[in-house]
């Protein structure tokens, strides 16, 4: 009996997704003995074949071509797997849709931003989702290796694909004491970077130590590894499914530990927050491009 078929796709994104998927070494002949892999950015070919039980699509839709390769793929498709938060929430390059798309063009290509060699840039950043139905998404920047393998293994084997519901930090090991505790004082003065801190407590909650940790505000899955190793969390698998405004959360978890007015102070928190949910957020509707692009 013929294995189902798998490709996979890159679109605007950086690739790392792919990367994150060859990491899982050994793991990828799992898959490779369950599917014939017929098609990867790697391969060669320019498009995908026209009949494919499984494609793994990486990258937001910002450009023209990406929207045509991925109606192909959904055409050619029985399961469409997004994966990275390019694909599923429009990703760290979404971050444009804050600026016209005319200043965006001027900042990246200069004079020459009229050129016709350059790629038709969308009047925004879109996750997958918003051009063709997505059958499974696996956010992250990039997914955890394990992540990706048994979502594709989940697709090619046609069985259920729980992706993970809760916060970070229901999985991460550090203690959360004042954040628990009901009180009328504040958790801290205020928001610090790492390097401010003379010392950083491995076993406290980094928010309760004054750090800015987004893992009240993101999906788990990752195994709160920024955590484990003395990082905060940046908020890179996105918004749990309990929420839905990453950067929304991020503000109302802010007010919530920080005495009133040290919010002011933070220099980007619509970068921060939105850093990789911008997309998906209801920021694209506010700030709508009247006009389009006038390059
Ligand atoms: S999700 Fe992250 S790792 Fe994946 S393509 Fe986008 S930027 Fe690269
Ligand atoms: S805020 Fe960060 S450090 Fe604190 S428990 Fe949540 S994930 Fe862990
Ligand atoms: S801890 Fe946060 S930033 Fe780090 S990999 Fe996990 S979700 Fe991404």
Redesign the pocket.
Known sequence: MSKPTLATI?LS?????HV?LLDSHEGLLDVLALVDLVHSPFSGEAEIPSQVDVVMV??AIANEEDRRRAEAARKAATIVVAV????VLG???GLRNLSRLSDVKKAAFGADSKSSRLPVLEDRVRPVSDVILVDMSVP???PETGQIVEALLAAVNNTPYNPPRRNLCDECHREKRAMLEHSQEFVSDGVFALMELETIDPVICLLEQGVLCMGPMTREGCGAKCTAANVPCRG?AGPSRLEFEQGGKTIDALAAVLPAGALMYMEDLIGTGYRFSLPVSVFPTIFDHEGGDDV
């Open positions: 890159a994104g950086c690739e790392g997704c994150s990486e990258g990275g938060s390019c694909a990703g760290i390059g992250g920047c990039a890179c």
